[in-house]
Protein backbone atom coordinates (compact mmCIF):
# COMPACT_ATOMS: atom_id res chain seq x y z
CA UNK A 1 0.00 0.00 0.00
CA UNK A 2 1.31 3.75 -0.73
CA UNK A 3 1.35 6.04 2.24
CA UNK A 4 1.93 9.84 1.66
CA UNK A 5 3.23 12.14 4.63
CA UNK A 6 3.11 15.59 4.94
CA UNK A 7 4.95 16.43 8.13
CA UNK A 8 4.01 20.07 8.69
CA UNK A 9 0.57 20.71 9.58
CA UNK A 10 0.36 24.34 9.38
CA UNK A 11 3.54 27.06 8.40
CA UNK A 12 3.62 30.56 7.78
CA UNK A 13 5.30 32.85 5.41
CA UNK A 14 5.81 36.54 4.64
CA UNK A 15 4.72 38.33 1.48
CA UNK A 16 7.36 38.08 -1.08
CA UNK A 17 9.16 35.23 0.89
CA UNK A 18 9.88 31.77 -0.16
CA UNK A 19 8.61 29.16 1.46
CA UNK A 20 8.78 25.44 1.23
CA UNK A 21 6.44 22.50 2.12
CA UNK A 22 7.20 19.07 2.86
CA UNK A 23 5.82 15.59 1.22
CA UNK A 24 7.35 11.89 1.93
CA UNK A 25 6.08 9.07 0.60
CA UNK A 26 6.49 5.09 0.51
CA UNK A 27 5.92 2.63 -1.90
CA UNK A 28 6.99 -0.11 -4.06
CA UNK A 29 6.18 0.93 -7.04
CA UNK A 30 8.98 2.53 -9.68
CA UNK A 31 6.49 4.56 -12.24
CA UNK A 32 3.88 6.66 -10.47
CA UNK A 33 2.82 10.45 -9.99
CA UNK A 34 3.29 12.87 -7.85
CA UNK A 35 0.90 16.09 -7.42
CA UNK A 36 1.01 19.00 -5.37
CA UNK A 37 -3.40 20.46 -5.25
CA UNK A 38 -3.98 23.43 -3.48
CA UNK A 39 -7.38 23.90 -1.91
CA UNK A 40 -8.17 26.98 -0.82
CA UNK A 41 -11.66 28.16 1.55
CA UNK A 42 -13.50 27.98 -1.60
CA UNK A 43 -12.55 24.22 -1.18
CA UNK A 44 -12.10 23.73 -4.62
CA UNK A 45 -8.61 21.63 -5.18
CA UNK A 46 -6.79 22.73 -7.44
CA UNK A 47 -3.43 21.23 -9.49
CA UNK A 48 -0.75 22.99 -8.52
CA UNK A 49 2.01 21.09 -10.43
CA UNK A 50 2.84 17.27 -11.34
CA UNK A 51 5.96 15.13 -11.30
CA UNK A 52 6.49 12.16 -13.50
CA UNK A 53 9.08 9.50 -11.16
CA UNK A 54 11.09 8.76 -14.65
CA UNK A 55 11.86 12.57 -15.04
CA UNK A 56 14.71 13.60 -13.49
CA UNK A 57 14.15 16.86 -14.07
CA UNK A 58 12.12 18.68 -11.44
CA UNK A 59 8.92 20.58 -12.45
CA UNK A 60 7.99 23.97 -12.64
CA UNK A 61 5.25 25.91 -12.60
CA UNK A 62 6.12 30.03 -12.55
CA UNK A 63 6.42 30.18 -9.27
CA UNK A 64 6.06 26.86 -8.15
CA UNK A 65 8.82 24.37 -7.84
CA UNK A 66 9.31 20.99 -6.74
CA UNK A 67 12.69 19.06 -5.38
CA UNK A 68 11.78 15.58 -6.40
CA UNK A 69 14.49 12.87 -4.96
CA UNK A 70 13.29 9.42 -6.20
CA UNK A 71 15.57 7.24 -4.04
CA UNK A 72 14.70 9.06 -0.60
CA UNK A 73 11.15 8.97 -2.23
CA UNK A 74 10.51 13.00 -1.10
CA UNK A 75 8.86 15.69 -2.71
CA UNK A 76 8.98 19.01 -2.15
CA UNK A 77 7.37 22.36 -2.82
CA UNK A 78 8.77 25.19 -3.15
CA UNK A 79 6.94 28.38 -3.59
CA UNK A 80 8.58 31.90 -4.46
CA UNK A 81 7.88 35.06 -4.39
CA UNK A 82 4.69 34.15 -2.04
CA UNK A 83 1.32 35.94 -2.71
CA UNK A 84 -1.46 36.40 -0.34
CA UNK A 85 -3.43 34.55 -2.86
CA UNK A 86 -1.51 31.30 -2.15
CA UNK A 87 -3.18 31.26 1.14
CA UNK A 88 -4.77 27.62 1.43
CA UNK A 89 -4.18 23.41 2.26
CA UNK A 90 -1.18 22.03 0.26
CA UNK A 91 -2.07 18.62 -0.46
CA UNK A 92 0.58 16.16 -1.67
CA UNK A 93 -0.90 13.22 -3.95
CA UNK A 94 0.07 10.01 -5.07
CA UNK A 95 -0.88 7.71 -8.10
CA UNK A 96 0.74 4.76 -9.48
CA UNK A 97 1.04 4.46 -13.31
CA UNK A 98 -0.90 2.63 -15.83
CA UNK A 99 -4.08 1.82 -17.51
CA UNK A 100 -5.61 0.15 -13.83
CA UNK A 101 -4.57 2.66 -11.72
CA UNK A 102 -6.39 5.35 -10.44
CA UNK A 103 -7.17 5.74 -6.97
CA UNK A 104 -5.20 8.94 -5.61
CA UNK A 105 -3.24 8.50 -2.50
CA UNK A 106 -3.35 11.96 -0.06
CA UNK A 107 -1.41 13.16 2.87
CA UNK A 108 -2.63 15.32 5.34
CA UNK A 109 -2.56 18.53 3.76
CA UNK A 110 -0.51 21.70 5.13
CA UNK A 111 -2.37 24.81 6.03
CA UNK A 112 -0.11 27.71 4.47
CA UNK A 113 -0.94 31.21 5.78
CA UNK A 114 0.58 34.30 3.87
CA UNK A 115 1.14 37.07 6.09
CA UNK A 116 1.14 40.60 4.27
CA UNK B 1 -15.33 24.49 -20.37
CA UNK B 2 -17.08 24.57 -17.52
CA UNK B 3 -15.30 22.19 -14.74
CA UNK B 4 -16.76 19.59 -12.60
CA UNK B 5 -20.04 20.48 -10.66
CA UNK B 6 -21.46 19.46 -7.29
CA UNK B 7 -24.78 20.60 -5.65
CA UNK B 8 -25.66 21.58 -2.67
CA UNK B 9 -23.07 23.33 -1.83
CA UNK B 10 -23.72 22.78 1.78
CA UNK B 11 -26.43 20.21 3.25
CA UNK B 12 -27.18 19.65 6.60
CA UNK B 13 -29.40 16.73 7.53
CA UNK B 14 -30.39 15.50 10.66
CA UNK B 15 -29.35 11.50 12.16
CA UNK B 16 -31.27 8.76 10.07
CA UNK B 17 -32.52 10.58 6.89
CA UNK B 18 -31.13 9.61 3.11
CA UNK B 19 -29.34 12.12 1.72
CA UNK B 20 -28.43 12.72 -2.02
CA UNK B 21 -25.22 14.34 -3.30
CA UNK B 22 -24.62 15.29 -7.13
CA UNK B 23 -21.54 15.47 -9.64
CA UNK B 24 -21.38 16.75 -12.99
CA UNK B 25 -18.25 16.19 -14.51
CA UNK B 26 -16.06 17.73 -16.80
CA UNK B 27 -17.81 17.13 -20.53
CA UNK B 28 -16.07 14.60 -22.27
CA UNK B 29 -14.47 13.29 -19.54
CA UNK B 30 -15.59 9.39 -18.72
CA UNK B 31 -13.74 8.86 -15.40
CA UNK B 32 -15.40 10.20 -12.46
CA UNK B 33 -13.97 9.70 -9.24
CA UNK B 34 -16.02 10.58 -5.42
CA UNK B 35 -13.48 11.31 -2.22
CA UNK B 36 -14.46 11.65 1.04
CA UNK B 37 -12.58 14.76 2.99
CA UNK B 38 -13.25 14.31 6.70
CA UNK B 39 -11.89 16.80 9.25
CA UNK B 40 -7.97 16.71 9.93
CA UNK B 41 -7.94 14.34 7.11
CA UNK B 42 -6.49 14.06 3.74
CA UNK B 43 -8.69 12.68 1.03
CA UNK B 44 -10.08 9.09 1.09
CA UNK B 45 -11.33 7.51 -2.18
CA UNK B 46 -14.72 6.38 -2.37
CA UNK B 47 -15.86 4.99 -5.85
CA UNK B 48 -14.53 5.43 -9.32
CA UNK B 49 -16.35 5.30 -12.42
CA UNK B 50 -15.30 4.83 -16.66
CA UNK B 51 -17.34 4.80 -19.11
CA UNK B 52 -19.73 2.00 -18.89
CA UNK B 53 -18.01 -0.39 -16.64
CA UNK B 54 -18.78 -1.78 -13.53
CA UNK B 55 -17.73 1.13 -10.62
CA UNK B 56 -14.94 0.28 -8.28
CA UNK B 57 -16.36 0.50 -5.03
CA UNK B 58 -13.99 -0.65 -2.79
CA UNK B 59 -13.92 2.61 -1.09
CA UNK B 60 -17.21 2.63 -0.10
CA UNK B 61 -17.07 3.09 3.74
CA UNK B 62 -20.39 0.77 4.46
CA UNK B 63 -23.27 -0.31 3.02
CA UNK B 64 -25.42 2.78 3.63
CA UNK B 65 -23.02 4.65 0.66
CA UNK B 66 -24.15 3.72 -2.90
CA UNK B 67 -23.36 5.59 -6.42
CA UNK B 68 -24.32 5.45 -9.65
CA UNK B 69 -24.04 7.03 -12.90
CA UNK B 70 -26.71 8.03 -15.34
CA UNK B 71 -25.78 7.87 -19.50
CA UNK B 72 -21.50 7.83 -18.02
CA UNK B 73 -22.27 12.01 -17.21
CA UNK B 74 -24.10 13.12 -14.16
CA UNK B 75 -23.12 11.08 -11.13
CA UNK B 76 -25.16 10.69 -7.84
CA UNK B 77 -23.70 9.79 -4.37
CA UNK B 78 -26.17 8.30 -1.79
CA UNK B 79 -26.13 7.77 1.92
CA UNK B 80 -29.06 6.41 3.54
CA UNK B 81 -29.37 6.74 7.44
CA UNK B 82 -27.20 9.15 8.22
CA UNK B 83 -24.40 8.70 11.03
CA UNK B 84 -22.59 11.81 12.71
CA UNK B 85 -19.38 10.39 11.40
CA UNK B 86 -20.57 10.73 7.80
CA UNK B 87 -19.72 14.80 8.52
CA UNK B 88 -17.61 15.61 5.59
CA UNK B 89 -17.03 17.06 2.34
CA UNK B 90 -17.56 14.95 -0.52
CA UNK B 91 -15.48 16.12 -3.56
CA UNK B 92 -15.95 14.18 -7.20
CA UNK B 93 -13.31 14.42 -9.46
CA UNK B 94 -13.22 13.80 -13.10
CA UNK B 95 -10.75 12.99 -16.01
CA UNK B 96 -10.47 11.78 -19.69
CA UNK B 97 -10.42 7.97 -18.62
CA UNK B 98 -8.12 7.20 -21.77
CA UNK B 99 -4.51 6.85 -19.92
CA UNK B 100 -5.45 5.71 -16.28
CA UNK B 101 -2.73 6.62 -13.61
CA UNK B 102 -0.91 9.37 -15.52
CA UNK B 103 -3.77 11.36 -15.89
CA UNK B 104 -4.70 14.72 -14.12
CA UNK B 105 -8.06 14.47 -11.86
CA UNK B 106 -9.61 17.43 -11.94
CA UNK B 107 -11.93 18.68 -8.47
CA UNK B 108 -15.22 20.07 -8.39
CA UNK B 109 -16.11 22.66 -5.13
CA UNK B 110 -17.19 19.39 -3.13
CA UNK B 111 -20.60 19.45 -0.94
CA UNK B 112 -20.51 19.98 2.65
CA UNK B 113 -22.18 17.21 4.51
CA UNK B 114 -23.48 18.24 8.49
CA UNK B 115 -25.33 15.62 10.02
CA UNK B 116 -27.06 16.64 13.37
Known amino acids: AQTVTQSQPEMSVQEAETVTLSCTYDTSENNYYLFWYKQPPSRQMILVIR??????QNATENRFSVNFQKAAKSFSLKISDSQLGDTAMYFCAFIISGAGSYQLTFGKGTKLSVIP | GAGVSQSPSNKVTEKGKDVELRCDPI?????LYWYRQSLGQGLEFLIY????????KSGLPSDRFSAERTGGSVSTLTIQRTQQEDSAVYLC??????????????FGPGTRLLVL
Open chain 2, 93 to 106: ASSLGTSGGQETQY
Open chain 2, 49 to 56: FQGNSAPD
Open chain 2, 27 to 31: SGHTA
Open chain 1, 51 to 56: QEAYKQ
